[in-house]
């Protein structure tokens, strides 16, 4: 059993939880996700790693309540405990085997749209440890569901928040936000990290394309199981077939093919769509056993 040690309310609907799992936060880096269960019975639910403690043992997890699972992961209390709680899963963000002194040449600018500003934190935190300056954008319809700014202020240069609305900071949205940087106040980046809706990775990526800077997206927000094996995250990433949760979760995202992704994330949802994508994908329709009958 996996302890909760700490919750907090970020927003509406979306919750912060520090838990007791010892070999997970050992070897677990930023990028990488875990698969929570909450009894035997439970769903497995896919969460990126938002933080960790080494020596405490602890590992940091931030979800939104979008269905039955996470529901009840938002009815737990502090001492309340997962039933399973696996990982480190999913590739390491590429900037923890890139060289410090390479990093130190590159101006990076991280892009964090709603819940994905969860896994966009521990990046930011990593390259502030390295000594490495980077921006961060934080970004959200409105400024209730802005999270983690002042966590994020404590380890980026500049933490700029943009809001649909113009609730709190700057007045649009994300992409908004980076011609403004380029345009208006002369910033030159030469790497975007973008973590978010999978539409909102869509056009930060085709504004970077369009700007000429490499860019970088998490496709965990459309994994199911975690393993590969259920088809789910399969996607087109130039003109290779990769699976978000053993590929992934990070991809070049000039490459990846998001209107593919979100097509076949709807037809997943229900029975006759997973039917058609097992008949449509054959053999690559899995990337791990490929023996699933889900």
């Known amino acids: ?23 997970v936060a050992k070897s677990c880096n930023p990028g990488q996700f875990v698969i929570v269960k909450l009894d035997e019975k439970g769903e497995r639910i896919p969460l990126t790693i938002c933080d960790f403690d080494r020596e405490a043992g602890t590992v940091t997890i931030v979800f939104q309540t979008v269905g039955a699972s996470t529901k009840m992961f ?3 209390e ?22 410090v ?7 990076i600018l991280f892009v964090a749209g709603g819940v994905g500003t969860a896994p966009v934190y ?13 921006d961060c954008i934080i970004g959200a319809r409105n400024k209730s569901l802005i999270i983690l700014e002042d966590w994020m202020k404590k380890v980026a240069k500049n933490t700029y928040v943009a809001t649909d609305d113009g609730s709190y900071g700057f007045k649009g949205n994300v ?14 980046y030469d790497l975007v990290i ?4 999978v539409i909102m990775m869509k056009f930060v990526s085709i504004l970077t394309k369009e700007l000429g800077i490499p860019t970088i997206v998490s496709m965990n927000p459309i994994m199911v199981d975690g393993t590969g094996m259920c088809g789910a995250c399969r996607l087109t990433v130039g003109n290779e077939i990769k699976f978000a949760c053993v590929d992934g979760p990070e991809f070049d995202g ?23 994508l097992r008949e449509i994908e054959g053999a690559t329709h899995h990337g791990g056993c490929g023996h699933c009958n889900d």
Do not use: W
């Open 78 to 99: 502090v001492g309340d405990s997962f039933r399973d709680f696996t990982g480190p899963l999913g590739c390491k963000s590429e900037l923890i085997d890139t060289p």
């Open 101 to 107: 002194e390479e990093l130190k040449k590159k101006n």
């Open 1 to 23: 059993m996996y302890k909760i040690t700490r919750k907090e309310a970020l927003a509406e609907n979306i919750y912060l939880m520090d838990v007791v799992a010892p070999r």
């Open 175 to 188: 992409n908004d936000k980076i011609k403004d940087l380029v345009n208006n106040e002369g910033k030159k």
């Open 254 to 276: 000039h490459l990846v093919n998001f209107d593919e992704a979100m097509k076949r994330a709807r037809m997943y949802k229900t029975e006759e769509g997973r039917a058609q």
């Open 194 to 197: 973008a973590i978010g809706p």
């Open 122 to 134: 521990p990046q930011v935190k990593f390259m502030k440890s390295i000594g490495c300056d980077v």
């Open 74 to 76: 938002a009815e737990l």
